[in-house]
């Protein structure tokens, strides 16, 4: 007796079964959504009534949801838009699957920079439809002993480099306790391009094994577990009683300084000296009365904005940018020519008191 669909009903015939069956289906059925991308209940209806219980198609059915990924692929690259590298990558993907939807992150990604590709990443994705294929490649280590993987989430898949792109996501897990993230390092030639070029491997491994995924491909499949990931050594905050120091980790192409000083522990910070409510009141007023000084290069801000258009054009000024952390820009200006900054320089905190 088969499993047969009713008016969008499943209706089924709940037969004892053992373990073994139990496994032996429920494996089988695994390797079937693996290779077919099929609706739930059409697989469902292949699913024999006579060794399956009811709790089992449960199991199955949470497993598919699980692994079901989005049809939306990514693209963040350092390679430009005057080459035909970022085409081609299109081209692989629509090849294997046509009804994909590739968006374009950016292709701008300073040549080779890693921690610019790590920031970027990090900060798009949490944007985007759960199941969503993030493919990122930056990559200098291209044609080395460096591994590819697929580092998958709760929410996404990263197809990418083994080589610290993801290090700023994978702090960010970590910090905000997320569920259990797991990768395998590509190795299926089945999900690549028949002929694997040393110098291009955004068109002929990351590409196809991204489209595969699109159609349904489980990352076990595509290779064996990595635990080891390359991180990337993140820059700390060092925070002492009136003094919390950061640093500027981006500079994006308006020459706005973002450094790593969150609006949450900047907030801690500055109400560390005023009582809880009075320093919230005054924090949503610009912090204005909570005495302070930003320090950068050679300069001094002591004010926060709200907007940029609150200074004057030509004006330096503090702000906390649209992913939550302190930035210092010129208004209608270049911050990182105005002060002649750069990654990795010093941004200080002081609080008077």
Same mark, same amino acid.
């Given at each position: 007796?088969?499993?047969?669909?009713?008016?969008?009903?499943?209706?089924?015939?709940?037969?004892?079964? $053992?373990?073994?069956?139990?496994?032996?289906?429920?494996?089988?059925?695994?390797?079937?959504?693996?290779?077919?991308?099929?609706?739930?209940? +059409?697989?469902?209806?292949?699913?024999?009534?006579?060794?399956? @219980?009811?709790? =089992?198609? =449960?199991?199955?059915?949470?497993?598919?949801?699980?692994?079901?990924?989005?049809?939306?692929?990514?693209?963040?690259?350092? &390679?430009?838009?005057?080459?035909?590298?970022?085409?081609?990558?299109?081209?692989?993907?629509?090849?294997?699957?046509?009804? %994909?939807?590739?968006?374009?992150?950016?292709?701008?990604?300073?040549?080779?920079?890693?921690?610019?590709?790590?920031?970027?990443?990090? %900060?798009?994705?949490?944007?985007?439809?759960?199941?969503?294929?993030?493919?990122? !490649?930056?990559?200098?280590?291209?044609?080395? #002993?460096?591994?590819?993987? !697929?580092?998958?989430?709760?929410? +996404?898949?990263?197809?990418?480099?083994?080589?610290?792109?993801?290090?700023?996501?994978?702090?960010?897990?970590?910090?905000?306790?997320?569920?259990? %993230?797991?990768?395998?390092?590509?190795?299926?030639?089945?999900?690549? =391009?028949?002929?694997?070029?040393?110098?291009?491997?955004?068109? #002929?491994? &990351?590409?196809?094994?991204? %489209?595969?995924?699109?159609?349904?491909?489980?990352?076990?499949?595509?290779?064996?577990?990595? $635990? #080891?990931?390359?991180?990337?050594?993140?820059?700390?905050?060092?925070?002492?009683?009136?003094?919390?120091?950061?640093?500027?980790?981006?500079?994006? *192409?308006?020459?706005?300084?973002?450094?790593?000083?969150?609006?949450?522990?900047?907030?801690?910070?500055?109400? +560390?000296?005023? +009582?809880?409510?009075?320093?919230?009141?005054?924090?949503?007023?610009?912090?204005?009365?909570?005495? &302070?000084?930003?320090?950068?290069?050679?300069? *001094?801000?002591?004010?926060?904005?709200?907007?940029?258009?609150?200074?004057?054009?030509?004006?330096?000024?503090?702000?906390? @940018? *649209?992913?939550?952390?302190?930035?210092?820009?010129?208004?209608?200006?270049?911050?990182?020519?105005?002060?002649?900054?750069?990654?990795? #320089?010093?941004?200080?905190?002081?609080?008077?008191?």
């Amino acid at each position: 007796m088969l499993v047969t669909k009713v008016s969008g009903v499943v209706n089924m015939k709940d037969e004892k079964t $053992t373990e073994l069956d139990n496994v032996r289906v429920l494996n089988g059925c695994k390797k079937t959504f693996s290779n077919v991308s099929i609706t739930i209940i +059409s697989c469902v209806s292949i699913i024999n009534a006579e060794i399956i @219980s009811r709790r =089992l198609l =449960l199991i199955i059915l949470q497993q598919i949801r699980m692994h079901k990924p989005s049809q939306i692929i990514t693209l963040t690259t350092d &390679f430009g838009t005057s080459d035909v590298y970022v085409g081609v990558m299109k081209g692989v993907i629509l090849n294997i699957n046509p009804n %994909a939807k590739i968006v374009d992150i950016t292709h701008s990604i300073t040549p080779q920079n890693i921690r610019e590709a790590a920031f970027t990443i990090n %900060a798009a994705y949490r944007f985007f439809p759960k199941g969503t294929i993030h493919v990122i !490649v930056v990559d200098p280590g291209v044609g080395s #002993d460096r591994q590819a993987i !697929v580092f998958h989430t709760d929410t +996404s898949y990263f197809v990418c480099p083994n080589n610290g792109v993801l290090s700023y996501l994978l702090q960010d897990n970590e910090s905000e306790k997320k569920p259990l %993230a797991e990768a395998v390092v590509i190795q299926n030639p089945d999900y690549l =391009l028949p002929r694997v070029c040393n110098t291009f491997h955004g068109r #002929d491994i &990351f590409a196809p094994v991204a %489209a595969h995924l699109s159609l349904g491909i489980t990352p076990d499949r595509i290779g064996q577990p990595k $635990t #080891d990931l390359v991180r990337l050594t993140i820059p700390a905050l060092e925070i002492t009683e009136n003094t919390l120091t950061g640093e500027i980790i981006n500079v994006d *192409s308006f020459g706005n300084l973002i450094t790593n000083i969150s609006e949450n522990v900047l907030t801690s910070f500055l109400l +560390s000296s005023t +009582s809880e409510m009075e320093g919230i009141r005054e924090l949503d007023r610009h912090v204005e009365v909570v005495d &302070f000084e930003i320090s950068v290069g050679t300069t *001094s801000i002591n004010r926060l904005n709200s907007t940029y258009t609150e200074s004057q054009a030509g004006t330096l000024l503090a702000i906390i @940018s *649209s992913f939550g952390l302190v930035e210092i820009a010129v208004n209608m200006g270049n911050a990182s020519s105005y002060l002649g900054l750069k990654i990795g #320089d010093k941004v200080m905190v002081h609080k008077k008191v």
